[in-house]
């Protein structure tokens, strides 16, 4: 950061989101003291990768009627989420199908700040084309430097106070991979001074100040297609903080210092569809897999070290978004656009929802999920796992909205296909 900008970390612990069921811890670096009181939306999924808003953050009405738009700013195409860091919003896009761009907005006015870029396009296969060949991953923020990846399996530190980039590292080169078929998806996650991210076939660990590579671990040869389509996450299982990482085959927890592999076992899925973020719940893993089913996995402390097995199977099947858990719930989004509210104890599916969009991205504020359809929704239901209890609807925009949402305070930040959008709730209304 700028010379004037004094720094100072704080450790956010949030804990046991689901009752004592669910616990994940994330540290997070604040860096501006005139801003150290805001909420952020500084990763994937959210503060905690999880979904969940600040502990904090306002209670949501009961309905959407009070949403304004603030502002919109055109932009190219892209599929990452923003990011919410302080007064600043970052956002990314591809332009006249070669330039990755990363932009950074005056979060009240979405007034331009600086802007970076560099060549880097890729044409994707099959049915994903007919989604576009934009930057996919979402990047993610301390607060002092902006991380983000390029489709080509290029990843990029930028300085949040001007954008100049402080490093860059193109693993497809440096590790002989080439360019992943489907792009540079997988989003990265932060750790203090470490940063995870699944990259040329494999999953690393690299010094976020650098770039240097730490170590690399369950890497292959990618196959057919190559690359990952998952983020991982860390957590605590059995006493023991861990990475938890799902590649295309196998979902696995590896030891944060060494790479090594803790436990893993193979997750059947379509053509190694296995998209979903790892949902840890105490000791087990939930995850759903394209044209698969929906599983839970156990893992177990023995007297030699960690096992796995599967717990129970569902015959649902997920496809590209994230559940949200909320006591006990996993509310997952299918592959055939309807939702399905999960017991995580016994696997009993407790309803499933007429169809909605493609895709869906959520976030949680206390007992309510605030939902973003591809089609350009919003849904606010009820974490109600006797029935579906949605409380409003709202067309938000009238292009697809494949990014994932963000929500700081009573701030909706929406990724249009060509636009960033900031919406609020008027709270003098309700």
Known sequence: MAATIEKRRIMQIQSYRTRGMYCLATLLVLASPSLAEEANWPQWRGPTRDCYVTR????????????????????????????????????????????????????????????????????????????????????????????????????????????????????????????????????????????????????????????GVVWRALADDGGMMGGAFSSPVIATIHNKRQLVAQTRTTLAGLDLDS???????????????????????????????????????????????????????????????????????????????????????SGVQKWRSKGFGKYWSMAVNGDKILALDQRGGLILFAANPNEMTILAKKRIADAETWAHIAVVDNSIYIRELNAIAAYQWNAKAE
């Not at 989604?131 to 990047?139: E, Q, V, Y």
């Not at 991380?147 to 399996?153: F, P």
């Not at 990843?155 to 949040?160: F, K, M, T, Y």
């Not at 099947?317 to 656009?337: E, I, R």
């Open 56 to 211: 904090d953050a306002p209670a949501w009405p009961d309905n959407l009627n009070s949403i304004e738009s603030r502002w919109r700013v055109k932009l190219g195409p892209s599929y990452s989420g923003p990011i919410v860091w302080g007064e600043r919003i970052f956002v990314t896009e591809t332009v006249d199908e070669k330039y990755e761009v990363v932009r950074a907005l005056d979060r009240r006015t979405g007034r331009e700040l600086w802007k970076t870029q560099w060549e880097g396009a890729l044409s994707v296969p099959f049915f994903a084309k007919a989604n576009g060949d934009w930057i996919r991953s979402t990047p993610a923020c301390d607060g002092a430097s902006l991380y983000v990846g390029g489709i080509r399996d290029v990843l990029v530190c930028i300085n949040v106070a001007d954008g100049k980039i402080r490093w860059r590292s193109d693993f497809a080169e440096e590790y002989g991979t080439g360019p992943p078929a489907f792009g540079f998806v997988c989003s990265p996650l932060i750790d203090g001074d470490d940063l995870y991210v699944q990259v040329a076939s494999s999953v690393m660990k690299l010094d976020k100040n650098t770039g």
């Open 259 to 345: 790479g090594s592999v803790i436990w893993s076992i193979l997750v059947p899925a379509f053509r190694g569809m296995n998209i979903l973020t790892p949902t840890v719940v105490g000791d087990r893993v939930f995850t759903s897999t394209y044209k698969n089913q929906t599983f839970m996995y156990v893992v177990e402390k023995t007297e030699s070290g960690f096992a796995v097995s599967e717990s129970w199977t569902l015959p649902a099947q997920g496809y590209m978004s994230s559940p949200v858990v909320v006591d006990g719930f996993a509310y997952l989004h299918l592959g055939n656009g309807r939702l399905s509210c999960i017991d995580l104890a």
